[in-house]
């Protein structure tokens, strides 16, 4: 079993600055799909968790970023978990630039974003529980 989720993204035009090469801040909007495509396909009914009051709420993100892409690149996100403390989870990203011919693939950037699982009670945010699906689904992801 592979311990990483898998996204894979092609980078279009309008993810590009003047310069030519991607804007930083899409990177995060590639890990938030990632995230979006791992609760979707391994922790579908968390969606009924979230129309309820649930909300995973994003505590801080970081990155760090080794080469640049361009138009045309494709990119694979692979989602990791790092670390799981009482309502929090870790999860790492590594961006990943898949060639088309026989070259090896690039790590292009690394990040990590802590996410915290909430509820609304009386107006305001408090701390719960993570849902057991995606504590167990994650799980399967466990960096080594």
């Keep these: 079993m592979s311990t990483y989720f898998s996204y894979k993204h092609m980078v279009g035009f309008e993810e590009t600055n003047v310069v030519g090469n991607v804007y930083f801040a899409n990177f995060l909007k590639w890990q938030g799909h990632?995230?979006?495509?791992?609760?979707?396909?391994?922790?579908?009914?968390?969606?009924?968790?979230?129309?309820?009051?649930?909300?995973l709420v994003t505590m801080n993100v970081r990155?760090?970023?080794?080469?640049?892409?361009?138009?045309f690149d494709e990119v694979e996100i692979r989602l990791h978990l790092s670390e799981?403390?009482?309502?929090?989870?870790k999860m790492k990203f590594e961006y990943w630039k898949v060639n088309s011919n026989a070259e090896p693939e690039q790590l292009v950037a690394i990040s990590e974003q802590q996410i915290a699982a909430m509820?609304?009670?009386?107006?305001?945010?408090?701390?719960?529980?993570?849902?057991?699906?995606?504590?167990?689904?994650?799980?399967?992801?466990?960096?080594?």
């Design 119 to 144: 509820r609304k009670e009386n107006g305001r945010l408090v701390a719960t529980p993570l849902p057991v699906e995606l504590v167990e689904a994650l799980n399967q992801y466990t960096l080594e």
């Design 84 to 89: 799981q403390i009482q309502n929090r989870v």
């Design 34 to 55: 990632c995230r979006e495509m791992f609760l979707k396909s391994h922790c579908p009914t968390i969606l009924n968790d979230i129309n309820n009051g649930l909300s």
């Design 63 to 71: 990155a760090d970023f080794f080469h640049e892409l361009f138009a």
